[in-house]
């Protein structure tokens, strides 16, 4: 079924353009490169990578131009950008409130596509984008200004100990929207789910202050974590500086909730690949359960696959690190920065096809928002762009952003278990580490590949 651009709606579309016949090994070569990759960066990190290198307190950074900082942190150009996020958010709600519910809206498209997709790549470049565009911090901003009241300052304080326990229950809700909710792609759910985000989001901020969105938005926590990798962020003192997008990360710091965060980060899209697989679609169909039931099933017990390891890994990292005396709850909040990478870089690959193909169709989409044959933005005609997605450029892609994703995870992860552990211990306290990250990298490899 193709609409008037010619393209596949965004809920037929695959996700990954390449498959088993593209690679340039065979599966099990490129497993075992994969898994040794790893290992031999890892005996690499442990020869010649003896003492903490990355900057864990913020302190450093190349300033950058003081006409592009002055430019970027002036009042003007801030209101610009929330100005552009409220107004695209009311453009959206035209599709939402009176676009057709069919797949000429735009609606699924760029809350799946340009939203959820699209702010991995833009976050990596510019930082976190979602804090500066969201249209719900901004409309709350207005409205505090409008009435006067301090928007730092709620009803009350925020929680001590509330971390951002609030966006990872709120990621769990979309990916459950994206993976598994029954007519996920239709006007009546997707606004329900809107709904529900925006009442949330705004009787929060009332309560808690503008610092809820920063604790409790799932995009813009989202945004927040990838943003740490951008080339520009700010030291410890707020100056804007160029920067080694690892210094950025390593300056993540433990919260309640971080863990869940990039768990379900991580979590979500390796289920995204299973729920794709012909023997899991076979499952779904003759199993007897509605597909609804055994999506959920299937999708938390890949979210709990991912925590057990993981906390098995850290947990076995603080015993081999310092005989025990280091609380796991404690190295796993300190490592969860070494899964971001990762998390980015399978999301990257398994969804890059999907943003090059039906990002462009939704631009088109976005023309005419309520299906009258407008021509609004002038895109109504554009045809999407598929030279990017041959199946082999996909598959060389997904390859080498699941490696570099790991790679950059293994570095992390030393450089803070030297932090952490006595320097005679380190090595030794990464290697549950090393496990966990060869067995993400295989099963990202073989779900993305193997169905």
């Known amino acids: ?22 690679l340039p090994l065979s599966l099990p070569q490129l497993v075992v490169a994969a898994a040794l990759t790893l290992v031999i960066t890892f005996v690499a990190l442990g020869v010649l ?17 003081r006409r592009l900082a002055a430019f970027l942190d002036a009042p003007a150009f801030r209101w610009a950008l929330r100005g552009l996020g409220l107004l695209a958010g009311a453009y959206l709600c035209l599709a939402l409130l009176g676009g057709p519910d069919d797949e000429d809206n735009p609606t699924a498209g760029v809350l799946y596509v340009l939203v959820w997709i699209g702010l991995v790549p833009l976050s990596l470049v510019f930082g976190p984008v979602w804090r500066a565009v969201s249209p719900l911090r901004s409309l709350y901003l207005v409205l505090a200004a409008a ?33 598994v909710a029954p007519g996920r792609a239709t006007l009546p759910v ?35 974590l990838v943003g740490r990798m951008a080339p520009v962020g700010r030291r410890d003192d707020g100056v804007l500086v160029w920067r080694n997008p690892l210094d950025g990360m390593a300056t993540l710091r433990p919260e309640p909730g971080l863990v869940a965060v990039v768990v379900v980060l991580l979590g979500s899209t390796m289920y995204d690949s299973l729920s794709t697989a012909p023997a899991w679609q076979r499952f779904t169909q003759e199993n007897g359960l509605p597909a609804v039931v055994t999506g959920s099933l299937g999708m938390a017990g890949v979210l709990a696959l991912v925590a057990v390891a993981y906390h098995l890994a850290v947990r076995a990292a603080a015993t081999l690190g310092r005989d025990g005396q280091v609380a796991p709850g404690r190295v796993g909040g300190e490592l969860a920065h070494s899964i971001v990478p990762i998390a980015v870089g ?9 943003l ?9 989409l976005l023309s005419d928002p309520l299906g009258t044959g407008a021509n609004w933005l002038g895109t109504a ?68 590949y193997a169905g």
Not at 7 to 22: C, F, I, N, Y
Request: aromatic residues 10%; proline residues 7%.
């Open 49 to 65: 990578w003896r003492s903490p290198r990355l900057d864990r307190d913020g302190h450093v950074g190349q300033p950058v131009p």
């Open 381 to 448: 005609d554009w045809r999407p762009l598929t030279g990017l997605v041959t199946p082999d450029t996909v598959a060389a892609l997904q390859i080498t952003l699941i490696l570099i994703g790991h790679l950059l995870g293994t570095v992390l992860a030393h450089d803070r278990s030297l932090y952490l552990f006595p320097r005679t211990r380190a090595v030794t306290g990464q290697l549950p580490m090393l496990v966990l990250m060869v067995g993400y990298t295989v099963a990202g490899l073989l779900l993305l």
């Open 346 to 354: 399978y999301l990257l690959a398994h969804y890059y096809s999907l």
């Open 190 to 224: 997707i606004n329900a789910w809107l709904a529900g985000y925006a009442l949330v989001m705004l009787v929060g901020a009332v309560r808690y202050g503008v610092g809820w969105f920063d604790r409790a938005d799932p995009f813009q926590v989202h945004s927040a």
């Open 147 to 179: 009435a006067g009241r301090n928007p730092d300052q709620g009803l009350r304080p925020l929680p001590s100990g509330l971390g951002v326990w609030p966006a990872a229950f709120g990621l769990v809700a979309f990916v459950w929207l994206e993976l």
């Open 356 to 364: 090059v193909v039906e990002g462009q169709r939704t631009f088109a």
């Open 1 to 22: 079924m193709t609409d008037r651009t010619g393209s596949t709606p965004v809920g037929l579309l695959a996700h990954g353009v390449g498959g088993r016949e593209d």
